[in-house]
């Protein structure tokens, strides 16, 4: 099968397999995206007849000139550094752990993976709970230590910190499973050899161990980094509909769902939405880049 | 060649399921037609649920079996944001129903896009004149954009003032009839870590009734922004120095004051009157508590309606217009918006109605439904204007940081000013 020959009909019968997911991939893909691109450039625009009456860059000079765009901006970058490094480290981690003990691995598998199969609607209304300034659960448990109250949600220079703590645990279940998917694969021999040769655990772990984890750690990044960019749900919830106060939380998503459905203000929106493609694919590119030199593939 | 032909299945794939869609979207358009007697479907889409929604399809089934030409066909989209998000798509993709529900601030941007038709020919030949008239003025005054009438008023309420009695007794206190007393209340309830007033999320609705009754519109028709005016500077700093002085709090990211109110954060609440039945079931059992109006300002009560209408979406047939007609006469019927008002808690928006024996039974057992009631002869609607909700969202973000980043009203509201005019003069 392998060497067999590479026919007209062949081919054609790869398409037809490949068609099905092709065909909706260009509808419900390609085709928005295209289209997002084109409205991104209408300045004079009427949605709903698709009337075009003038285009041009001012949707992009509107946004660049825009204070919430650029605080939007910021604040995407500020979530996903504070949530990407903690989110791999911490679940790497706790993979380690995990795949070490034997006694109720399966029972805590299923406890940390709990997070990434609750609704983020449901996670992020108990979350609202536990930051609740009066009644919530984490002000309660730093009362023990004589802190203040903090106002978590309503507090501009903690909603952030809040947001980026919530994201954190609510991805750690699927990135400790696929960190276990990873430690599985790696060939026992290789821990074995560099035991014999005297290797403590710690060594084993950083010379062995971390490096043949690494497909799995980019992996996971580049999964957390776009993740990141896109984060709109947990901000809706948490705050109930609005950015947090005073904007602290208004990601690059949020401009852009608030600039579409509430604003109506559709060239913005979609150049929004342009921009923020261009930035995942820039940091993307980066990360690819990068892991040609760091990723090790056995 | 070979990758001609390939590319060739591929296009004739996509066109082939493109005509497939194309004409199964056309086939499934309803047919605007009587054939074999069929009574003609008047599609209405909701944002309701639960008893909202039950109560709106009694009164649907009892319009459709009163009569055989039209039948009613309600959906719901279970809340007002997918309702919205449903609007726009259909209306994008031409497939709007006939009849749906709108917030009375949204006509001038559904008109401005063209997605609804005015009703002028319902409010002239449909709706006899008393009809008309018994319609409260301030609902009346919501359902216009211009001289045009475009929506009916349906699903409406007030700001009320939830009060506090066990906390009123314990440091005898009285209820305060103006913002002068509220903030002196304030004073003696601070020392007992009690806030006077507790607000929702934010206190526009609050301020927008202390601009009216100031005489000041933030939003004129014609397009002349009031926000940043003295008196509406004014009025923000009367609220904003009583949250500075602990004598008042928002509900923040809780968006609404209930739960504190209940658990006696607060001796009052100002908030919507729609909100009653969730205060009731939320109150402890021992909990004494009432309502009453909200606090006048300057000499003057003033508070500010909110809530939806119903409006006719363009595209709806002659004959669906008159079903969609027929069907908004019928729930304007003083005995129908009774109904309507003792099931959901909304007000009635029809005078005849409040003055019905059924509905005077109703606010006797019911005794906290009373201030809504006599607050609507105050009562005021908001200003459409195209860009309404690209406003709305600014002015939400504007008080938001004067709650949260504590910048002052004036610079906030200047900057509103400035903002607003933009969106008008970009709407033009």
Do not use: C
Not at chain 1, 136 to 162: E, Q, T, V
Not at chain 2, 45 to 74: D, E, H, M
Not at chain 2, 222 to 229: A, F, I, M, R
Not at chain 2, 342 to 348: M, Q
């Amino acid at each position: 099968m392998k060497n067999k020959k590479i026919t007209l009909k062949s081919t054609l019968v790869a398409y037809m397999y490949l068609s099905p997911m092709l065909i909706f991939t260009l509808i419900f893909n390609f085709y928005p995206i295209i289209k997002s691109f084109a409205l991104s450039f209408y300045t004079k625009y009427n949605f709903y007849t698709d009337q075009v009456s003038a285009i041009g860059l001012d949707n992009f000079k509107y946004i660049f000139a825009d204070p919430d765009f650029k605080k939007a901006t910021i604040n995407t970058l500020i979530f996903v550094v504070g949530v990407v490094p903690i989110a791999v480290i911490l679940a790497m981690i706790l993979a380690l752990l995990l795949y070490r003990i034997k006694f109720l691995a399966s029972f805590l598998k299923t406890i940390y993976f709990l997070p990434f199969v609750t609704s983020t609607v449901a996670i992020s209304l108990v979350w609202q709970w536990i930051y609740n300034d009066q009644y919530g659960l984490l002000n309660s448990f730093l009362g023990y230590f004589n802190i203040k109250p903090i106002n978590w949600l309503n507090d501009p220079h903690w909603a952030m910190f809040a947001l980026i703590i919530m994201t954190i645990w609510k991805s750690l279940g699927f990135n400790i499973i696929l960190f276990l998917a990873g430690l599985s694969n790696i060939d026992k021999r290789y821990d074995r050899v560099a035991q014999i040769d005297g290797a403590n655990t710690w060594q084993r772990l950083r010379f062995v161990t971390i490096p043949l984890l690494s497909p799995m750690t980019f992996l996971i990044t580049v999964n957390s980094v776009i993740s990141g960019f896109k984060v709109f749900d947990e901000i809706y919830i948490l705050f109930g509909g609005n950015p947090g106060p005073g904007s602290s939380a208004l990601t690059l998503v949020f401009y852009l769902y608030r600039a579409f459905y509430t604003e109506s203000q559709y060239g913005i929106a979609a150049a929004a939405g342009v921009v923020l493609f261009l930035i995942i694919l820039a940091v993307t590119l980066i990360q690819f880049w990068y892991s040609k030199k760091h990723v090790h593939y056995v | 060649m070979k990758k001609k032909s390939v590319i060739s299945i591929i296009v004739v794939a996509i066109l082939a399921i493109g005509a497939v869609v194309y004409v199964g979207s056309n086939h499934s358009k309803t047919t605007p037609v009587t054939a074999s007697g069929q009574p003609i479907k008047i599609t209405l889409w909701t944002g309701i649920t639960g008893n909202y929604q039950k109560s709106l399809q009694n009164l649907a089934n009892s319009f459709n079996s009163s009569q055989k030409k039209y039948q009613v066909v309600l959906t719901s989209q279970t809340n007002y944001q997918t309702l919205n998000q449903k609007i726009l798509a259909a209306a994008k993709s031409g497939t709007l129903p006939v009849m749906g529900m709108a917030t009375y601030t949204s006509l001038a941007d559904y008109k401005h896009n063209g997605f609804i038709q005015n009703i002028n020919d319902f409010y002239k030949t449909t709706l006899s004149s008393n009809q008309k008239n018994d319609l409260y003025p301030s609902f009346l005054s919501g359902t216009k954009v211009g001289s045009d009438f475009y929506s009916i008023p349906f699903s409406k309420s007030l700001r009320i003032m939830y009060v506090n009695n066990d906390i009123l007794k314990k440091y005898n206190l009285t209820v305060p009839t103006t913002w002068e007393e509220m903030a002196k209340e304030g004073q003696i309830l601070k020392s007992h870590g009690i806030y006077a007033y507790g607000f929702d999320a934010s206190f526009q609705s609050e301020w927008e009734g202390m601009l009216h009754a100031a005489g000041i519109n933030p939003v004129s028709a014609s397009g002349q922004v009031d926000v940043n005016n003295p008196k509406a500077i004014e009025a923000a700093k009367v609220i904003l120095d009583m949250v500075k002085d602990h004598t008042a709090k928002s509900a923040g990211s809780d968006i609404f004051w209930t739960k504190n109110f209940v658990n006696g954060k607060s001796a009052f609440y100002i908030g919507s009157s729609a909100g009653l039945s969730i205060t009731t079931m939320q109150a402890p059992k021992n909990l004494n508590w009432s309502t009453t109006q909200v606090p006048s300002y300057q000499g003057s009560n003033a508070t500010e309606v909110a809530g939806n209408d119903l409006v006719v979406f363009k595209g709806a047939t002659l004959e669906q217009k008159a079903g969609a007609y027929s069907f908004m006469k019928y729930l304007l019927e003083p005995q129908n918006t009774t109904t309507w008002a003792k099931d959901t808690g909304y007000v009635p928006v029809d005078q005849s109605a409040v003055k019905s024996d059924a509905y005077q039974a109703y606010l006797h057992t019911n005794p906290r439904a009373v201030a809504a009631v006599n607050a609507l002869p105050n009562s005021f609607s908001q200003t459409s204007f195209v860009g309404f909700n690209q406003y709305y969202t600014m002015a939400g973000q504007t008080f938001n940081n004067m709650l949260t980043t504590h910048v002052s009203a004036e610079t906030a509201l200047n900057k509103l000013a400035n903002q607003t005019k933009q969106i008008i003069s970009n709407n033009k």
